[in-house]
Structure formats: C-alpha cells, structure tokens
C-alpha cells in the first residue's frame, strides 16, 4: 500500500537518499532503521578519521614495535609426534632452555627442559660462516637461559630404558607410539638432537637471579614450580595418581556426581565459610564435604557414588591442613564398613601397581621424591623389588583402644620399632613422684635402641639432652608432667638407671615390663605418666613424643629411613567425645559431639542401648585409614533411619529444634526408604603427599594457602570495599586485623 505524499514528505530527504531518490512505498520502521544504520557507519567513518588525524608518528613507530614482537613470539612450527622420532628425522620440540655448555667458537651444547617427557639434549656446530648451521648457532647463544623456546633439529640418538625391557633401536615405530603433537616415544629417556634452528616464545629477565638451589617467595609460586624438580614433578604425579583411581572406581561400576559447592549452614562439627548474597540476611556456606549431598543420592537410587570435591573448612592450619582442600570421596548403597574397607583396599593396591610400575624413588640432597620412570633424573634412582614399598591387602586391623595403648596415637606409624607399655606397677613411689604431681598417674615407657650404622658414632646422650632442649610447648609444659629419658651406660651408677633406684632398675632390666629386658649401652629409656582415665582424644603425650624420637633418630642416623608404605585400618572409635575450646561440634548442650561426625551409626546392638544410658561409652562402626603415621581418611556405616538419626540429633546430642531442623533435608531423604549405606573420605592431598614423600601437603597444591590461610602469590583475601558491603547487606566491626 502506497503512503500519501505528505507522510513521505514527513519522512525527509534522508528517506529518499537511502533509497537512491525513488519515491516507493516503505515502512517507516524500516526507514527508520535504514536511517541509524547510515548514520552509524558515517559517525564511526568520522571516528576513524579523528583518530587517524590524532596518530602521531611515534604512536605509529611504537604499534609497528609491537606488531613485529607479538610476531615474533606468536609464530611457530608445531612440535613433532612420537612416530617422528626416528634417528635422522627432522623434529620440532618446544620446551624451557635449561642449561648451555659453550665449548669453542664453532660448538655448544644445550639442555631443553621438558615436563612429562624425556629429557632432550642440542648440539650447535658449523664449520662455514654464514651458513645455517652458523645461524643457529648465534641463535642459540643469544638466547636467555630460561626462554622458553622451538627447537627444530635432526635426532641424532634416542637413548632407552634398558630397564624397562625396552632394547635401544634407532625406529621407535612401535604399536604404542602416537603421531599427536608434542607427544614422545615410550621407553626413551633422553633424545639427542643436532640444532638446525631455534627460536626464543620468550624471554627470561636478567633481574630474575637463578642459582644452584635458589629458593624463591611463596609470592613467586610461578617460579618455585619452574626450579623446583620435587615440587614440579609432585604437582606432574598428582592427576596421575586420580586418573587411576577414578580408573580403578570406573571399573568397580561407581557413578562420579559432582555435588553442589554452594551449599548451606549445618553444624556438622568444623567452622565453616559463608558466602554472602544480595538478598538481605541469606548467605550460602562452603561445604565442609559432599556428605549430606552423597547420603541423599544413596536414597535417590544411586548404588555407588564418587567425585574428587572440593571442600572447606575454617580451621586452624598445620602442614597436612588447607582451609580448602581436595578428597576422593564414596559412598555404598546396600553396604556395610566391611563392604568399604574392602573397595578402598582394592583401589589403594590398584595405586601401588602403577606407581611400582611407572615411578621410582629419586634422592636428590635432603629431597626424597618419585620421578617417572622415563625421566632422566630416573638414571640416578633408588630401585626396589615390585611392590615391596607397599603393603598389599588385606591391609591389618586394630581398635581405637588397641592403638592407643600400644602406640598412643590413633594414627601410628607402624615403621617405628618400638611401642609403649605400662610400667607404673614395677617403679618406686619416689621416682614418680619426680616425674608427675599426679595421685596414682599411669605410668608408661618404651625403650629405644638405635640401629648400628651411619649415626653410630653420634652420642646418645647428647642426642638426648638436644631432643629434651628443643621440646615443642606442649610436651615440655604438659601438666601431668613432662617425659623422662634415661641413657644406658655401663660406666655410671646402676648403668645410668640410678633415679630409679636399686628396685626399680633391678625389675627393669629383669623384664618384669614387657619391652625392656635385655638393656643394651646406648639404649634410651622413655617414660612419661599420664592421668588414669580412659582415652579420649587422638594422641597421649607419650605417643606424640614416641614420634619425635622416631623422626629425631632417622634424621641424625640412628635409625634407616624407611620408604615402605604400611597401612593400618583404625576401628571401633568412641561414638561421642567431650567438647573441647577448638572444635565447634553440632552446637547442642550434651557436653559432647559426635567423634566423626553426627551421621556415624552405632557398632553393635550393645552400644545402640549404649545410647540411651551412657552415649560416651558408646563405640561407632567408623573406621579410619592410616598409614606411615597419618590420616589418608575416614568413613563410617551411616545411621540409615531417619528415627534413629534424629533421636541422636535431639536427645544425645541436646540440639535446638532450629538445629535439627537445618538437617531437614537428609531426614527427609531417610524418611523416603533409603537403603542401608556407608562410605570413606581419602584425603587426596594428604595421599598424594605421602606418596610423593614429602610432609606438607602445600608441595602436592599449585598454589596453597600460607599457615594464616593467605595466598601469597595473589595476597588473597582481600579488604572488602565499603560498596562490596552494602551490595551483600553486610557491615563490620572494630576487632583485631
């Protein structure tokens, strides 16, 4: 339909040049839009030109110095295949230079680090100026140690881990070799390649100091992972080690859900971090683990659940602590503990294998790490029998009781050859009386005897008096008194046993106490009294002074280091234990908390009975996993009835009718008919530390948080600014920084 004369003669001169001067029918919408967009193409044609007319010829000079060095770097060859490798073959590598060896004018060597491959050495030589060979040459001297670079070359030799059954063959063509870019032929070790060119991706500051065991800032993470072959190699070994044990749980048909990070406030018994919302007085909470989430999954059908979670937790740090951390955690439907312990045997052993077949021991100074096989650092490695640094299943069971009377620790470490026993009935009244200002203390000891060998000229007693000087607050300053040691010595009054007096030496040395007979010169007797009670807690402190001697002794070479790995499963723990000033527990008013944590079912039919007359008697079916003297993890069969679970929540534990009432969920889910279950946390940092030797589970994290819970290399947590408070409804407080 044609619009009347004036309605075009409205619409203006623009309208009809838009349309080249012909007068035709058209929305006015259309032109309309036709007009913006005439309009916007001569704005931004007229912004060119402004900025055009703006550029002065410096500005041009210095955007022609950025495009040729963004050139530079940004351009080059992709790296060559596994199949590629073959002597005289032409390949690319690209990798960090390392180290460079000038040894004439006309020859260099140099090294290229490579992560997760062989090591590569170059050799640059030429024998006529200006030709390609002298290029590369130049090239290679020129660049910064450090730089990453590509490196193209011909392979002048692959040298072969004759160890691993592999014989050295100048073809590598083998059915496991792969023609994927940046991937390196099996078995081989080291490559050698003769330099035909190399080009600098970047390049290393002068300012930065490098130096033969240089040690750089927490705030440069960056370049302690660079320098640092056991922590880079750790950081290269741990999703390792979870690709075979999602491998190995893969296999046993469990289902990998990945559970929600933001979740709510519940007082399952560690202090948690909220996260603040915009609506006013709402605020999510960072789980302290998947455990609510993977029991509602049990009732929802799935047979057997796991995922590596990310969890959280406000809590003081120590080495083997983060504020946020990473656990393999299951669950089991239709299962009991016994049914758990023995996936987790299965799957740990399964671990063993691998690392038995792939890794071996590398010492390199005071550092004790594993290194791949293909390595070179592998060439200077410590081999052992298969398997013989693992303990293979079915891993040994003992009690909480067991434990804590035989080493005074719920986490032993079954390396140490030495355990504790009661000798109070065999000391004199006088002797105690020095030692404690308990009434009837228990008393108990354990004789260390060190092993002949590389710390055998180190004398015992000034090992003891150094031990006994540096004694860490707690022990020195314990209340029920401090441990005693005595050395053994045949030139010194009742061989050095003279504050015990003719008695109770004479009953020592005759074996009346189990662990003691047979003294030798040199032997150090241990004893430190106790409060006679039953145990609570995790350590005594003579268990924990059981494990300095022990640490103490291998590290001036009394005793042998043992990488052995033994394991232990921990049973039978106390349901509930008091309420201590550091864990908040579930928040009610029993006195006590659930030892593990509130979802734990009872032992036996005994200890449920246990709970309506005396819950701290009460023993759980939780068990723990430990091994080399720390906690890889726990798990425990879980109260499945949603009756029983709330009558612990409200009349053993004595929590608020708003307490219980935040676990309404997971009652509800019971509620529906869930099935019996039970499951286990591993601690995967925790078990990658171990595994990899070392003590701190910040050399198995990319970048950890500082003992105050900081990220050094980020300066994390930051200040909250004043318009971040008011978006989250939030305000603060006067109070320490």
């Given at each position: 339909m044609a619009l009347p004369q004036a309605s075009l003669r409205r619409l203006g001169a623009v309208g009809q040049r838009q349309l080249g001067g012909l007068r035709v029918p058209l929305r006015p919408q259309l032109l309309h839009l036709g007009r913006f967009q005439v309009c916007t193409r001569l704005t931004h044609s007229a912004a060119q030109s402004k900025a055009a007319e703006g550029v002065t010829p410096d500005q041009k000079a210095v955007g022609q110095q950025l495009r040729e060095e963004w050139s530079r770097y940004n351009s080059f060859p992709k790296p060559s295949g596994a199949r590629d490798f073959k002597e005289g073959q032409t390949v690319t590598v690209h990798g960090f230079l390392a180290r460079k060896r000038i040894k004439s004018s006309k020859l260099a060597f140099a090294d290229i680090q490579i992560d997760?491959?062989?090591?590569?050495?170059?050799?640059?030589?030429?024998?006529?100026?200006?030709?390609?060979?002298?290029?590369?040459?130049?090239?290679?001297?020129?660049?910064?140690?450090?730089?990453?670079?590509?490196?193209?070359?011909?392979?002048?030799?692959?040298?072969?881990?004759?160890?691993?059954?592999?014989?050295?063959?100048?073809?590598?063509?083998?059915?496991?070799a792969s023609s994927r870019p940046g991937s390196f032929p099996e078995h081989v070790f080291r490559i050698d390649l003769d330099l035909q060119s190399i080009q600098p991706l970047n390049v290393f500051p002068?300012?930065?100091?490098?130096?033969?065991?240089?040690?750089?800032?927490?705030?440069?993470?960056?370049?302690?992972?660079?320098?640092?072959?056991?922590?880079?190699?750790?950081?290269?070994?741990?999703?390792?080690?979870?690709?075979?044990?999602?491998?190995?749980?893969?296999d046993l048909a469990f289902t990998e859900v990945e559970t929600p990070v933001l979740f709510k406030s519940t007082p399952e018994g560690a202090r948690e971090f909220l996260v603040p919302t915009r609506r006013p007085g709402l605020a999510y909470a960072l789980p302290q683990s998947p455990q609510q989430y993977k029991q509602m999954l049990m009732a929802s059908g799935i047979r057997g659940y796991y995922q590596f979670a990310r969890c959280f937790r406000d809590e003081d740090l120590r080495a083997d602590r983060q504020p946020e951390f990473t656990q393999l955690d299951l669950e089991m439907s239709f299962a009991t503990g016994e049914d758990v312990m023995r996936t987790v045997e299965s799957i740990i052993s399964d671990l063993a294998v691998f690392l038995d077949s792939d890794f071996?021991?590398?010492?390199?100074?005071?550092?004790?790490?594993?290194?791949?096989?293909?390595?070179?650092?592998?060439?200077?490695?410590e081999d052992s029998a298969p398997g013989s640094r693992y303990m293979m299943p079915p891993f040994p069971r003992m009690s909480y009781e067991e434990v804590m009377t035989r080493f005074g620790i719920d986490k032993p470490d079954l390396r140490i050859p030495f355990e504790l026993h009661r000798v109070d009935h065999i000391l004199p009244r006088s002797f105690v009386s020095m030692i404690t200002h308990l009434e009837n203390p228990i008393v108990e000891g354990f004789r260390f005897r060190p092993s002949s060998g590389e710390g055998s000229e180190v004398s015992m007693s000034g090992f003891v008096d150094e031990?006994?000087?540096?004694?860490?607050?707690a022990l020195a300053q314990n209340p029920d008194g401090a441990p005693v040691a005595l050395v053994v010595d045949s030139s010194k009054p009742l061989r050095g046993l003279s504050p015990l007096g003719f008695e109770g030496?004479?009953?020592?040395?005759?074996?009346?106490?189990?662990?003691?007979?047979?003294?030798?010169?040199?032997?150090?007797?241990?004893?430190?009294?106790?409060?006679?009670?039953?145990?609570?807690?995790?350590?005594?402190?003579?268990?924990?002074?059981?494990?300095?001697?022990?640490?103490?002794?291998?590290?001036?070479?009394?005793?042998?280091?043992?990488?052995?790995?033994?394991?232990?499963?921990?049973?039978?723990?106390?349901?509930?234990?008091?309420?201590?000033?550091?864990?908040?527990?579930?928040?009610?008013?029993?006195?006590?908390?659930?030892?593990?944590?509130?979802?734990?079912?009872?032992?036996?039919?005994?200890?449920?009975?246990?709970?309506?007359t005396d819950p701290l008697k009460a023993r759980a079916d939780h068990y723990d996993l430990v091994v080399n003297g720390v906690e890889l993890g726990g798990g425990s069969r879980r109260i499945h009835v949603a009756r029983m679970q709330e009558y612990v929540m409200r009349e053993i534990l004595k929590m608020t009718d708003a307490g219980v009432a935040q676990f309404s969920h997971l009652l509800e889910a019971l509620r529906a008919g869930c099935p019996p279950h039970a499951g286990f946390a591993l601690g995967f940092d925790r078990l990658v530390a171990v595994l990899t030797y070392t003590d701190s589970v910040r050399d198995v994290i990319a970048f950890p948080k500082s003992m105050k819970g900081e990220d050094l290399t980020v300066k994390s947590p930051g200040r909250v600014t004043k318009e971040q408070l008011e978006t989250y409804h939030l305000t603060t407080f006067p109070g320490k920084n």
């Open positions: 997760n491959g062989p090591a590569v050495q170059i050799t640059s030589s030429f024998q006529e100026p200006d030709s390609p060979g002298h290029a590369a040459n130049q090239a290679l001297r020129s660049i910064a140690l450090y730089s990453p670079v590509s490196v193209t070359g011909t392979v002048a030799r692959l040298h072969f881990d004759t160890q691993t059954g592999q014989a050295q063959s100048p073809c590598v063509d083998h059915e496991n002068k300012d930065i100091i490098v130096s033969k065991g240089v040690q750089f800032p927490p705030s440069a993470r960056h370049l302690q992972v660079r320098f640092s072959d056991p922590l880079r190699t750790r950081l290269l070994v741990r999703p390792q080690i979870a690709f075979r044990l999602r491998q190995s749980l893969n071996c021991v590398v010492d390199e100074g005071e550092e004790t790490y594993l290194a791949p096989r293909k390595s070179l650092k592998a060439k200077n490695r031990l006994m000087r540096t004694l860490p607050p030496a004479g009953a020592l040395e005759s074996g009346e106490a189990p662990g003691f007979g047979d003294l030798e010169d040199g032997d150090v007797v241990v004893f430190q009294a106790r409060q006679d009670k039953s145990f609570q807690g995790g350590s005594t402190a003579l268990g924990t002074f059981r494990n300095l001697v022990y640490q103490a002794a291998v590290s001036k070479g009394l005793l042998p280091k043992d990488r052995s790995f033994k394991f232990l499963w921990v049973t039978n723990f106390p349901m509930f234990t008091p309420d201590n000033e550091t864990d908040p527990g579930q928040g009610g008013q029993a006195g006590f908390s659930a030892t593990h944590h509130p979802f734990t079912a009872p032992l036996t039919d005994e200890d449920v009975e246990l709970l309506a």
